[in-house]
């Protein structure tokens, strides 16, 4: 047989020998492994029995314990170690008299003054921990839950106002089912609750558990209580989400920006590679996100972008060798790369292992730092220098991303090597404090955007699709907007708001993949309703719609939504401004991509 370059396996032409061999299994294709996480090829329940199989169950002990219980037993032992405390200086003060008890005071409240701050945050941080890994998700659940079932039973037809009532009604009955559930429990939990402390406890700890557990049970369900009766009624009386189809017309002599659109290009580390998600019903390699980006470079040429965004699940699984390929990529269109902005999506920074969805992550595993850290890294070549973070002090646009990373980029490529553990809890601050990330206006009437990262920190495969918005972000989000009050803003992220106003197919769709705290966030973003539209992918589903003022639009995955031989699309969007900060959406261009060659289509006598 004749040699050449290539591997012998995956040569196709003929020669003199004749046909080149092909396997019996044909390794092109792919095999079972390939759609050992995809939805689309098993269904959730076998999925879920492999994941159970395969579980460890130390790890999962381990994650449940630092995840739950550790938050529940510091914010229960909180008011007990407080009012010890408290006592102590008391009876202190008590026994002294005249000037040696207000010096004694004073000097009690210097320390109290440092000492009460780090014990107040510690209970505040578990506190919220607590909510975003159990109360908000349970509050949503059970939203969800309630909406999908009277839709199913109530809106069989295309009645979207029908639709848009029963999920109010849906909400409303969905906190004040939570609110009497968590007032049963708190009402159970109150007998065992201590709320004094004594220095004495402290010698014979076992005396607290049983209280320091009950406080936390006390603490949450009360919280629980209040805040999904209040989510519940700002849920029902708030707008919801409806489908725009009357677009606004161009003025003339306005600014126009045009901004392509892009999302969950899923890009993968081999060149025979499936996606996840899609396993082997989906397309193989890159070559549709080459494809994409050569027609994008093409229609730049002729008519040139502002903004190539693309809103997340860069890579399909974060792995290095992924991101090498989506870097090359973009290496190969400098000028798009130019003006290109990436955030992160789920599937950048929570896939544990792309084929054992039984792998956890603990914690403080250095896998999830090192697909953070990647993730930044690539955010830092794409865009660092065109980008800003916001101050976390003076909440004002900070410094560019690459001058705020060059503290730490020793400290990265060094984890990055050995994956030390005190390398990465060094390396938490970047990731934590770096988002939202700004892109200010050029002028004051310009266009800003501001880019997010909506993922929530997930340790198990079955959940790595949840989104959280945190406080923090969306604060600093609404500074940086405030700071240019005539600009009009584009807000980027991975997760979509609320559920879509159209038939769902299947529960796990909507539960296991939303914004957990999206009406919220959409509450927050009221304010600047007539000057942003929000954009973001994860659902690869092409929608535009709007909340009251605020517009939304859903980019659909040009690479995942169709095989390699079928034909997609993706939008250009077209933004103007009155330059009195009200935002313009103009009609969208739409690109159709034809149908590329199947992968292995290449492959003649495959
Ligand atoms: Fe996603």
Redesign the pocket.
């Known amino acids: 047989m004749k040699q050449t370059d290539e591997d012998p396996a995956m040569r196709t032409t003929t020669s003199d020998a004749g046909p080149a061999p092909v396997p019996i299994i044909d390794p092109r294709k792919g095999d079972l492994e390939d759609d050992a996480l995809s939805p689309k090829q098993r269904s959730l329940l076998s999925i879920a029995g492999s994941l159970f199989a395969e579980i460890s169950l130390p790890k999962l002990l381990s994650a449940w314990f630092l995840s739950i219980v550790l938050p529940g037993i510091l914010l229960g032992a909180s008011p007990l170690v407080a009012s010890a405390w408290l006592t102590k200086i008391t009876s202190g003060i008590g026994a002294l008299a005249g000037a040696g008890a207000i010096v004694f005071l004073v000097g009690m409240a210097v320390i109290g003054w440092f000492g009460w701050r780090p014990l107040f945050r510690l209970a505040e941080y578990n506190f919220w921990t607590l909510n975003s890994v159990a109360v908000q998700p349970g509050y949503a659940l059970c939203r969800e839950a309630l909406q999908h079932l009277a839709e199913r039973l109530f809106a069989t037809d295309q009645d979207n106002r029908r639709r848009a009532n029963l999920r109010a009604r849906s909400a409303l009955g969905a906190g004040l089912l939570l609110c009497s559930l968590a007032i049963a429990l708190a009402a159970m939990a109150w007998p065992y609750t201590r709320w004094q402390g004594f220095a004495s406890d402290f010698m014979q700890p076992h005396r607290l558990v049983v209280p320091t557990l009950a406080n936390a049970v006390a603490l949450v369900s009360g919280y629980l209580a209040a805040a999904s009766l209040g989510w519940g009624i700002a849920d029902s009386a708030m707008d919801q989400p409806a489908a725009v189809s009357v677009f606004d017309s161009p003025t003339a002599g306005a600014r126009t920006w045009r901004v392509a659109h892009l999302s969950?290009v899923h890009v993968v580390g081999e060149r025979y590679g499936f996606r996840i998600e899609c396993g082997r019903g989906g397309p193989q390699g890159n070559g549709r996100f080459v494809q994409l980006m050569d027609r994008l470079a093409a229609i730049h040429a002729e008519n040139p972008l502002d903004i190539v965004l693309i809103s997340?699940?860069l890579t399909d699984a974060g792995r290095s060798s992924e991101w090498a390929e989506f870097m090359d990529i973009m290496s190969r269109h400098l000028d798009l790369a130019a003006r290109t902005l990436i955030l992160p999506?789920?599937?950048d920074v929570n896939i544990v292992d792309r084929a054992n969805p039984a792998r956890l992550d603990l914690p403080l595993s250095r896998g999830k730092r090192l697909r953070q850290l990647r993730t930044l890294s690539a955010m830092d070549a794409i865009q660092g220098d065109r980008v800003r973070i916001v101050d976390p002090t003076t909440l004002v646009a900070g410094p560019a991303v690459r001058n705020a990373l060059a503290p730490y980029r020793e400290r990265m490529a060094a984890f990055a090597d050995s994956g030390r553990f005190a390398l990465s809890l060094a390396l938490r601050r970047p990731w934590q404090d770096f988002f939202p990330m700004v892109v200010p206006p050029a002028t004051d009437d310009g266009l800003g955007v501001v880019i997010l990262n909506s993922n929530a920190e997930t340790h198990f495969s079955m959940t790595n699709?949840l989104g959280l918005m945190t406080i923090e972000q969306a604060s600093r989000m609404a500074a940086a907007m405030r700071q240019f009050p005539r600009a009009v803003w584009i807000v980027a992220l991975?997760h979509h708001l609320v559920e879509y106003p159209m038939a769902v197919k299947a529960f796990s769709e909507r539960i296991g993949t939303a914004l957990v705290n999206g009406s919220w966030f959409v509450r927050m973003l009221q304010p600047f309703a007539r000057r942003a539209v929000v954009m973001h992918?994860?659902r690869h589903i092409d929608w535009i719609g709007a909340i009251g003022d605020l517009r939304i639009v859903s980019a659909s995955s040009t690479v995942m939504a169709a095989k390699d031989d079928q034909p997609s699309y993706f939008l250009i969007h077209r933004l103007t401004t009155d330059g009195n900060g009200k935002l313009g959406l103009l009609e969208p261009e739409r690109i159709d991509m034809p149908a590329g060659e199947a992968s292995c289509g290449r492959f003649t006598n495959a």
């Open positions: 969950d997340g699940d999506g789920n599937h699709a991975h992918g994860h």
